[in-house]
């Protein structure tokens, strides 16, 4: 079983940066397509990016595309978000998930960390 911890949130102002962390217990990690989601309070939870396991292939939400950048540390089982000019619309709590193949439906993913909230203020 693969435990994934997110990190990085935090309250910033509109157009800050922030970089999230998934920390994954087990070196398997290289053998899943990683993704991140995000859920606003009343909203369903929504893709927001995801990576295959070797990190060349990427894909992104409309809403992040070119704000948002997907990376990963297969050495150190980590995976990353580089979120920049930040708007209060990516108000959200931000998880980490695993999948077997590429996808943007959360059905599709299997082990979930527990979430980092991220609040961005106007």
């Known amino acids: 079983q693969v435990q994934l911890v997110e990190s990085g949130g935090g309250l910033v102002q509109a157009g800050a940066s922030l970089r999230l962390s998934c920390a994954a217990s087990e070196r398997t990690f290289s053998y899943y397509y990683m993704g991140w989601f995000r859920q606003a309070p009343g909203k369903e939870r929504e893709f927001v990016a995801s990576i295959s396991q070797s990190g060349i292939s990427t894909d992104y939400a409309d809403s992040v595309k070119g704000r948002f950048a997907i990376s990963r540390d297969n050495a150190k089982n980590t995976l990353f978000l580089q979120m920049n000019t930040l708007k209060p619309e990516d108000t959200a709590v931000y998880y980490c998930?695993?999948?077997?193949?590429?996808?943007?439906?959360?059905?599709?993913?299997?082990?979930w960390g527990q979430g980092t909230q991220v609040t961005v203020s106007s």
């Open positions: 998930a695993t999948a077997t193949v590429p996808a943007r439906d959360p059905l599709r993913y299997g082990y």
